[in-house]
């Protein structure tokens, strides 16, 4: 089955920098990577997710890129806010990453 | 519209028994999915189930069971509660193929 590893596991930043979320996935026949937010004592939800026929897609401060050859997925946030702090999760269909604790200081 | 509506929230149950937990998806998704969540990591992939068959399952043991009805709702049940089933249980219902999971709230089990 597939298995995805995300990294980092935590990461703390300033308010206003940008954070990297690195994925791997090991299964060729993939084809959709969803990132998922999760705050403390809520549900998941998505905030951005791409196709295999796309390499990069953007929205707004979030943007997710996509090398299908090595396997590996990356969500990018810019210019960072407090309420950017939570879980974030990658998957690849329907497996998840183990998830990243992003701390924004303000 | 209403989203993904799960119950009970919490639920408290002793080793060895069993137990069910319901899920009704966002209106017009006919596709429902089953997730285990333990404290710190993340959610672990149980089942999948659209128009009523399984159409994938994860790597949990017979004990973990599931079905969904003509009204495209679902139960997951869980046989022989152990410990280490304690946990959030959060139900997500899509659109088919390649398409974002929308969560519910969660059932919160805890097996004593």
């Given amino acids: 089955g597939e298995n995805v590893e995300q990294h980092p596991s935590t990461l703390s930043v300033q308010e206003g920098d940008s954070a990297v979320i690195k994925c791997t996935y090991s299964d060729s026949a993939s084809n959709y990577f969803p990132w998922y937010k999760q705050e403390l004592g809520k549900r998941p939800q998505l905030i951005i997710d791409i196709r295999s026929n796309v390499g990069e897609k953007k929205d707004q401060r979030i943007a997710v890129t996509l090398n299908k050859t090595a396997k590996h997925f990356s969500l990018h946030i810019t210019e960072t806010q407090p309420e950017d702090s939570a879980v974030y999760f990658c998957a690849a269909m329907l497996t998840f990453g183990g998830g990243t604790r992003l701390m924004v200081k303000p | ?112």
């Fill in chain 2, 1 to 112: 519209d209403a989203g993904v509506t799960q119950s009970p929230t919490h639920l408290i149950k002793t080793r060895g028994q069993h137990v069910t937990l319901r899920c009704s998806p966002i209106s017009g998704h006919k596709s429902v999915s089953w997730y285990q969540q333990v404290l710190g990591q993340g959610p672990q992939f149980i089942f999948q189930y659209y128009e009523k068959e399984e159409r994938g399952r994860g790597n949990f043991p017979d004990r973990f069971s599931a079905r969904q009805f003509p009204n495209y709702s679902s139960e997951l049940n869980v046989n022989a509660l152990l410990l280490g089933d304690s946990a959030l249980y959060l139900c997500a219902s899509s659109f088919p193929g390649e398409s974002p999971l929308h969560f519910g709230n969660g059932t919160r089990l805890t097996v004593t």
